[in-house]
């Protein structure tokens, strides 16, 4: 089956640990993204990358980091710089168009709690 | 700051009413639009999008939203709606001058009561 998987879906930690959310799609797509989303707020770009060993800020990237070293994969690490990490973070992936655009598909998601 | 918004953060309804979602975009130039919706435990999905031409779209599940450039809108429809409707939807906006990215609304809870 292609798609997009997010692990685990359920993650707890306890505050001041740094956690790493895993994303892998097997759609060949390019480009890859990781969102927060927060009741009331939608969907928040955190990181996104284009293409492997590459990727920007998003519109809140401050205590979040990133990796694109396979095409496949966009491992997202919560860090403890991270003020309120509680949060459901999903990973979404499209091809590169140029000059147009691509709709996103979205994996399953991560809950996050930390404690 | 450019942004998307959506009217409503909550609706109920009963079965068979008829469905409005407002969404509005502060984005100048080429836009393309998006509805997504979020059924519980569900993945993020598409509804429909629209990237040019006939500005009516229809999607899945029998919506279909309207582009009205003039007021930066992009309302989501649907003329009688069912149980399993009830989700969360997104509007969400790629504009051209910002590349690959999509902004999402704040989202509009939906109950349908059976």
């Known amino acids: 089956d292609g798609g997009i998987t997010q692990s685990p879906k359920y993650l707890f930690r306890k505050e001041g640990q740094n956690v790493t959310l895993s994303c892998e799609q097997n759609l060949n797509h390019d480009a890859m993204y990781w969102y927060r989303q927060d009741p009331g707020q939608g969907l928040r770009l955190i990181y996104y990358s284009q293409i492997v060993n590459d990727f920007q800020k998003g519109d809140i990237a401050e205590g979040y980091s990133v990796s694109r070293e396979k095409k496949e994969s966009f491992p997202l690490t919560v860090t403890s710089a991270q003020k309120n990490p509680t949060a459901f973070y999903l990973c979404?992936?499209?091809?590169?168009?140029?000059?147009?655009?691509?709709?996103?598909?979205f994996g399953p998601g991560t809950r996050l709690t930390v404690l | 700051a450019q942004s998307v918004s959506q009217h409503n953060h909550h609706v109920i309804l009963s079965e068979a009413a008829s469905l409005e979602l407002g969404c509005n975009y502060s984005y100048g130039g080429t836009v393309n639009l998006f509805w997504y919706v979020q059924y519980p435990g569900q993945h993020l999905q598409l509804l429909l999008k629209y990237f040019s031409g006939d500005p009516l779209v229809k999607g899945i599940k029998g919506f279909e939203a309207e582009f009205i450039k003039s007021k930066f809108s992009f309302n989501l429809r649907k003329p009688s709606v069912q149980w399993s409707d009830t989700a969360e939807y997104f509007c969400?906006?790629?504009?051209?001058?910002?590349?690959?990215?999509?902004?999402f609304g704040g989202g509009t809870r939906v109950l349908v009561k059976p």
């Open positions: 969400a906006v790629n504009a051209q001058a910002a590349g690959n990215k999509l902004t």
């Open positions: 979404a992936s499209n091809f590169r168009l140029a000059g147009g655009y691509n709709e996103q598909f």
